[in-house]
């Protein structure tokens, strides 16, 4: 039944509400008293929304009467039970004041860490009275005196009962039970005084000392609880003589304010009461009545004068309200007394220091004053939560707190709590922590209230600045280098490695490794110390230089590695010859090469170091004709080089080291000499003199000559290629591009009977290629019986300009339409012209014959070079377009001279096939006229101009001078020693036709 009703008023108290009196970030709970261990007071997960998972709550002010789960935040009652009577907080309340119990909870969220730093929740519990108190008088026995004869109606007050409950479970009513012979003297009558209920006897019948002096009654008190609680007392009545008046006070009730801190002594008020009686019935004591521990300790009253004196040091915010009755009693024999009400307000003074108490917050714990915090928490990490209270009140109790001395910590509110008596505050810190700077602080807070003077207090704490592992292992330097000799014997020491580490304890122990898995095989390292030790024997050549890496790592959860790099460089020794790179070399220069000009490089190395490695070069034999470059290993050419005179040099080359003693080696070397391109091609037939004869019916593919040349060179330089550059206006010919062969391509008409000077070049291909011109000369006729006449011609050809065309009857076309014309004129005048022309020739040649040449004599005519030609290549028309006369056909007379002046001293050869001249194929550069120089190295002769005529001058100006043979050398670039000049001629597109004596001469041929 009992467990039922504790229930049933659990499940009506608890209730989770928000104060309207509290701040806004208070919580609120209800909870009646004297609840059993474990509880629930309330859930700060679920009631507020706060996470229920991934942090901790952690209690900070609450015990011993309360305990929270730290995954959920519920509020649970402990051993301890909580007894409103006796809380602290609870004990002087005013009636229907309520009782609260403070509580403060501290949140971390475990997924950020203590960095984050918590988060402060304050809250208060209103402790709910039960009935667990039963109303008490004062003593077991009252005692009452009434004076005999009293009045019917006369009250007498009892001695009140008192409960430490409160409200309704405090004291409600009291009842009198009396004895059969005085059930109709008295009565109980209850007034209510300031919400407290007060007992009075009523006096209901006539009272005689003399027949009964004494009677013993029964008053019960019982409360107003649910399972109401009661007491019973005696309440002994005592019939007096007749005292007529009681005292009566002057005022109903007494106030006053009493400054604490007030000296003993000091008074305090004085309360007056009256007696009407005379003599001793009107001689009044005062004294005090229901008054408290409290109030018997710090008061007094004056029996006489009813002047409450200080008896004790007062002290407001022990006692700040005190209430008490005073009794005025008189002295009559059967004395008769009042009370009445005082109540005294301590008034404050700033007596008291501020109150700094530092405490533990979250995960941060404090001991002895102390307090450990890692180093690597982060700015704004909470320390400490610090709470500063003040015991006075008002502007006395108004703390500003402050953290003194350069300390990287400050102070934060804590709770948005509006409570100016006691604030709280984080202490965090403003900088990263660092154990290797500083490992601890002390620091001091200051508070200082407003009061005046004011007071102020402080206190501190030491901060310990735990070590983290957050130095990695450093080596100094990070690179470590030595030298080591080759040769060494294994297990010989390389040298020592050491690393620091700013950390302490077991993040400062360190164990040495190498990291390479490669150099494992060749060196050892000591965990402990770092020195470092070579497994087996090293060999420079082999491995000249050894690096690799060493680590150290601390013993730190994590550990922190640092890392440092190890070069172990090998001394060399003289054990290796030098070597070539090559077994033989061989090299390839072109002719004509200057002197000391490189000739090919040859490298050799030494597999040792130092001198041991400095390599010298000598060329053996050493016939002056090489020489090699030390440092370099260019091999020099001291001569010029001539392949067609040597072609390949061969020689030895021998490579000697520095060391001690010295290592040589040996390698051959060749030299091949590449050809240059440097001889131009020489034509070897035919003659630039002689021609071919064809028949004007010859078919199309007849092979007309073959040009055949030479190239003394080599290779590409050596390989030919023919080409027409002129004289092949009409496309009859062609000529094979490797062969040199010409042909005819197309079939002969009218205009092409006569001569036909073919421009041949013959080009190698080398780079840049050079060329020689030869000239083919083609008669076209019905017969060949004029030799002297061909020979005229092709003499002509040579010293025409070889932009002209000669290719047969250049005025045919002209002929055929003045044949046309005037042809039956023409016959007329053939016949006279034929019998002139026989004699004067004859005349002419009776007088030669008799006189020969005679230096300075004019000639009447220039056979043997072609008129000037009009100006842009073109002939010059006649007026009204009327076509020119025909020219006068040849005497036979003349016809014979020609023979005899042409005459080239032909020794045994045929007239089709002019001899084979051969001249130098190297002319001496720069040579300003190739027209004399090879009349002056022809064994032909050269047909002169005569001074005296006329035209001397401009036909000189127009027609080079050939020689007979085909020596025209040139090459493809600007300083070619060949005869450019023709060249040049040969590319132009329409050269000027043959002059009217070509024309003529050719048609005398026909």
Same mark, same amino acid.
């Given at each position: 039944?009992?467990?039922?009703?504790?229930?049933?008023?659990?499940?009506?108290?608890?209730?989770?509400?928000?104060?309207?009196?509290?701040?806004?970030?208070?919580?609120?709970?209800?909870?009646?008293?004297?609840?059993?261990?474990?509880?629930? !007071?309330?859930?700060?997960?679920?009631?507020?929304?706060?996470?229920?998972?991934?942090?901790?709550?952690? *209690?900070?002010?609450?015990?011993?009467?309360?305990?929270?789960?730290?995954?959920?935040? &519920?509020?649970?009652?402990?051993?301890?039970?909580?007894?409103?009577?006796?809380?602290?907080?609870?004990?002087?309340?005013?009636?229907?004041?309520?009782?609260?119990?403070?509580?403060?909870?501290?949140?971390?969220?475990?997924?950020?860490?203590?960095?984050?730093?918590?988060?402060?929740?304050?809250?208060?519990?209103?402790?709910?009275?039960?009935?667990?108190?039963?109303?008490?008088?004062?003593?077991?026995?009252?005692?009452?005196?009434?004076?005999?004869?009293?009045?019917?109606?006369?009250?007498?007050?009892?001695?009140?009962?008192?409960?430490?409950?409160?409200?309704?479970?405090?004291?409600?009513?009291?009842?009198?039970?009396?004895?059969?012979?005085?059930?109709?003297?008295?009565?109980?009558?209850?007034?209510?005084?300031?919400?407290?209920?007060?007992?009075?006897?009523?006096?209901?019948?006539?009272?005689?000392?003399?027949?009964?002096?004494?009677?013993?009654?029964?008053?019960?008190?019982?409360?107003?609880?649910?399972?109401?609680?009661?007491?019973?007392?005696?309440?002994?009545?005592?019939?007096?003589?007749?005292?007529?008046?009681?005292?009566?006070?002057?005022?109903?009730?007494?106030?006053?304010?009493?400054?604490?801190?007030?000296?003993?002594?000091?008074?305090?008020?004085?309360?007056? %009461?009256?007696?009407?009686?005379?003599?001793?019935?009107?001689?009044?004591?005062?004294?005090?009545?229901? %008054?408290?521990?409290?109030?018997?300790?710090?008061?007094? !009253?004056?029996?006489?004068?009813? !002047?409450?004196?200080?008896?004790?040091?007062?002290?407001?915010?022990?006692?700040?309200?005190?209430?008490?009755?005073?009794?005025?009693?008189?002295?009559?024999?059967?004395?008769?007394?009042?009370?009445?009400?005082?109540?005294?307000?301590?008034?404050?003074?700033?007596?008291?220091?501020?109150? !700094?108490?530092?405490?533990?917050?979250?995960?941060?714990?404090?001991?002895?004053?102390?307090?450990?915090?890692?180093?690597?928490?982060?700015?704004?990490? +909470?320390?400490?939560?610090?709470?500063?209270?003040?015991?006075?009140?008002?502007?006395?109790?108004?703390?500003?707190?402050?953290?003194?001395?350069?300390?990287?910590?400050?102070?934060?509110?804590?709770?948005?709590?509006?409570?100016?008596?006691?604030?709280?505050?984080?202490?965090?810190?403003?900088?990263?922590?660092?154990?290797?700077?500083?490992?601890?602080?002390?620091?001091?807070?200051?508070?200082?209230?407003?009061?005046?003077?004011?007071?102020?207090?402080?206190?501190?704490?030491?901060?310990?600045?735990?070590?983290?592992?957050?130095?990695?292992?450093?080596?100094?330097?990070?690179?470590?280098?030595?030298?080591?000799?080759?040769?060494?014997?294994?297990?010989?020491?390389?040298?020592?490695?050491?690393?620091?580490?700013?950390?302490?304890?077991?993040?400062?122990?360190?164990?040495?490794?190498?990291?390479?898995?490669?150099?494992?095989?060749?060196?050892?390292?000591?965990?402990?110390?770092?020195?470092?030790?070579?497994?087996?024997?090293?060999?420079?050549?082999?491995?000249?230089?050894?690096?690799?890496?060493? %680590?150290?790592?601390?013993?730190?959860?994590?550990?922190?590695?640092?890392?440092?790099?190890?070069?172990?460089?090998?001394?060399?020794?003289?054990?290796?010859?030098?070597?070539?790179?090559?077994?033989?070399?061989?090299?390839?220069?072109?002719?004509?090469?200057?002197?000391?000009?490189?000739?090919?490089?040859?490298?050799?190395? &030494?597999?040792?170091?130092?001198?041991?490695?400095?390599?010298?070069?000598?060329?053996?034999?050493?016939?002056?004709?090489?020489?090699?470059?030390?440092?370099?290993?260019?091999?020099?050419?001291?001569?010029?080089?001539?392949?067609?005179?040597?072609?390949?040099?061969?020689?030895?080359?021998?490579?000697?080291?520095?060391?001690?003693?010295?290592?040589?080696?040996?390698?051959?070397?060749?030299?091949?000499? *590449?050809?240059?391109?440097?001889?131009?091609?020489?034509?070897?037939? +035919?003659?630039?003199?002689?021609?071919?004869?064809?028949?004007?019916?010859?078919?199309? &593919?007849?092979?007309?000559?073959?040009?055949?040349?030479?190239?003394?060179?080599?290779?590409?330089?050596?390989?030919?290629?023919?080409?027409?550059?002129?004289?092949?206006?009409?496309?009859?010919?062609?000529?094979?591009?490797?062969?040199?062969?010409?042909?005819?391509?197309?079939?002969?008409?009218?205009?092409?009977?006569?001569l036909h000077r073919l421009v041949v070049r013959v080009s190698d291909k080398g780079k840049p290629p050079r060329h020689t011109t030869a000239l083919v000369h083609v008669f076209v006729n019905d017969t060949k019986s004029n030799v002297s006449l061909i020979e005229a011609l092709v003499g002509h050809s040579l010293y025409t300009p070889l932009d002209r065309d000669i290719a047969g009857d250049p005025n045919y076309a002209l002929a055929q339409r003045s044949n046309i014309l005037y042809g039956s004129l023409a016959g007329i005048a053939g016949v006279i012209l034929v019998i002139v022309a026989v004699v004067v020739i004859r005349h002419r040649l009776q007088k030669d014959t008799k006189s020969g040449y005679q230096a300075g004599k004019k000639e009447s005519k220039d056979l043997y070079a072609p008129k000037q030609g009009p100006k842009n290549g073109k002939g010059k028309k006649s007026k009204k377009g009327k076509a020119p006369k025909p020219a006068k056909p040849l005497e036979e007379d003349v016809e014979a001279g020609l023979q005899k002046g042409l005459q080239f001293?032909?020794?045994?050869?045929?007239?089709?096939?002019? +001899?084979?001249?051969?001249?130098?194929?190297?002319?001496?550069?720069?040579?300003?006229?190739?027209?004399?120089?090879?009349?002056?190295?022809?064994?032909?002769?050269?047909?002169?101009?005569?001074?005296?005529?006329?035209?001397?001058?401009?036909?000189?100006?127009?027609?080079?001078?050939?020689?007979?043979?085909?020596?025209?050398?040139?090459?493809?670039?600007?300083?070619?020693?060949?005869?450019?000049?023709?060249?040049?001629?040969?590319?132009?597109?329409?050269?000027?036709?043959?002059?009217?004596?070509?024309?003529?001469?050719?048609?005398?041929?026909?």
């Open positions: 039944m009992a467990a039922a009703r504790r229930w049933f008023l659990l499940c009506l108290a608890v209730v989770l509400q928000v104060s309207c009196g509290a701040a806004p970030s208070d919580i609120l709970y209800r909870v009646p008293e004297e609840q059993p261990p474990n509880t629930l !007071i309330g859930s700060l997960a679920a009631d507020r929304g706060l996470p229920d998972t991934g942090h901790l709550y952690k *209690l900070e002010v609450g015990t011993p009467y309360l305990r929270v789960d730290g995954k959920t935040g &519920d509020i649970y009652t402990t051993e301890i039970p909580i007894d409103r009577e006796t809380l602290r907080d609870c004990r002087n309340l005013f009636e229907g004041s309520k009782c609260f119990l403070e509580f403060e909870v501290s949140i971390t969220d475990m997924v950020k860490g203590i960095g984050s730093g918590p988060r402060l929740i304050e809250g208060r519990i209103e402790v709910l009275d039960i009935n667990d108190n039963t109303p008490q008088f004062s003593s077991p026995i009252l005692t009452l005196s009434i004076p005999e004869n009293t009045h019917v109606g006369a009250l007498f007050s009892i001695p009140m009962a008192t409960d430490r409950d409160s409200g309704a479970n405090a004291v409600a009513e009291y009842s009198l039970s009396t004895g059969p012979d005085a059930d109709r003297l008295f009565g109980l009558q209850v007034s209510v005084d300031s919400d407290e209920k007060l007992p009075q006897l009523v006096v209901m019948g006539n009272l005689d000392r003399e027949r009964k002096d004494s009677y013993d009654l029964n008053i019960r008190v019982v409360d107003g609880g649910k399972l109401p609680r009661a007491s019973s007392a005696l309440l002994r009545v005592t019939v007096t003589d007749q005292n007529d008046n009681a005292p009566t006070f002057e005022r109903s009730h007494y106030e006053a304010e009493l400054p604490e801190n007030s000296p003993q002594g000091h008074s305090v008020l004085q309360v007056r %009461a009256n007696d009407a009686d005379i003599g001793t019935n009107g001689e009044i004591d005062y004294s005090l009545h229901q %008054a408290s521990e409290a109030v018997q300790r710090l008061l007094r !009253i004056d029996r006489s004068t009813g !002047i409450i004196y200080v008896k004790g040091l007062v002290d407001r915010e022990e006692e700040s309200f005190l209430k008490f009755f005073v009794v005025a009693k008189d002295r009559g024999p059967i004395s008769k007394s009042s009370k009445v009400l005082v109540t005294i307000n301590v008034r404050d003074q700033n007596d008291n220091a501020p109150a !700094i108490e530092i405490r533990g917050i979250g995960l941060v714990t404090h001991q002895d004053g102390v307090a450990n915090i890692s180093e690597d928490m982060p700015i704004g990490t +909470p320390v400490a939560l610090v709470q500063v209270s003040d015991r006075d009140e008002g502007e006395n109790a108004v703390v500003t707190c402050v953290v003194a001395g350069d300390v990287p910590f400050q102070l934060r509110p804590a709770s948005e709590s509006a409570n100016d008596r006691k604030r709280k505050y984080f202490l965090q810190t403003t900088t990263p922590l660092d154990y290797e700077r500083v490992r601890d602080y002390r620091i001091e807070i200051v508070a200082v209230d407003s009061g005046n003077p004011a007071l102020s207090s402080s206190n501190s704490l030491k901060v310990q600045v735990m070590d983290m592992n957050d130095n990695t292992p450093i080596f100094s330097p990070a690179l470590l280098e030595v030298d080591f000799a080759e040769g060494n014997q294994p297990g010989d020491k390389v040298l020592d490695v050491a690393a620091t580490d700013a950390d302490s304890g077991t993040n400062a122990e360190l164990a040495y490794s190498i990291i390479d898995l490669a150099a494992t095989r060749l060196f050892d390292i000591e965990a402990d110390t770092g020195e470092i030790r070579v497994k087996n024997l090293l060999d420079r050549e082999e491995t000249e230089r050894y690096e690799f890496r060493v %680590a150290a790592a601390d013993k730190g959860v994590p550990s922190k590695t640092g890392t440092s790099t190890v070069v172990v460089n090998v001394l060399d020794r003289n054990d290796n010859d030098p070597k070539f790179m090559l077994s033989i070399y061989s090299f390839s220069v072109i002719e004509n090469m200057t002197p000391l000009n490189p000739v090919g490089v040859v490298t050799v190395t &030494d597999a040792d170091k130092g001198e041991n490695a400095r390599v010298r070069l000598f060329v053996e034999p050493d016939n002056g004709k090489f020489v090699i470059q030390n440092g370099t290993g260019t091999i020099l050419s001291s001569i010029s080089f001539d392949r067609e005179k040597e072609s390949t040099y061969t020689f030895r080359l021998k490579a000697v080291d520095a060391g001690d003693p010295p290592r040589s080696s040996y390698v051959g070397v060749t030299i091949n000499v *590449l050809d240059e391109n440097d001889n131009a091609p020489y034509v070897t037939k +035919p003659a630039n003199s002689s021609y071919t004869y064809m028949s004007p019916v010859t078919p199309p &593919d007849t092979s007309v000559e073959v040009v055949e040349a030479e190239d003394i060179d080599s290779g590409p330089n050596a390989e030919l290629v023919y080409t027409i550059m002129g004289g092949n206006p009409y496309g009859l010919f062609h000529i094979s591009p490797n062969s040199g062969e010409i042909t005819l391509v197309q079939e002969f008409t009218g205009k092409h009977n006569g001293n032909h020794i045994n050869e045929d007239v089709t096939d002019s +001899p084979r001249i051969h001249l130098p194929l190297n002319y001496p550069p720069g040579s300003p006229d190739l027209g004399r120089h090879y009349r002056s190295n022809s064994p032909l002769p050269s047909i002169q101009l005569q001074p005296q005529s006329p035209s001397a001058s401009k036909k000189h100006q127009a027609v080079q001078d050939l020689p007979a043979t085909n020596t025209f050398v040139g090459t493809g670039d600007n300083n070619s020693t060949g005869s450019d000049q023709y060249s040049d001629y040969s590319y132009k597109a329409n050269p000027p036709k043959y002059s009217s004596k070509q024309h003529d001469q050719s048609s005398g041929v026909s």
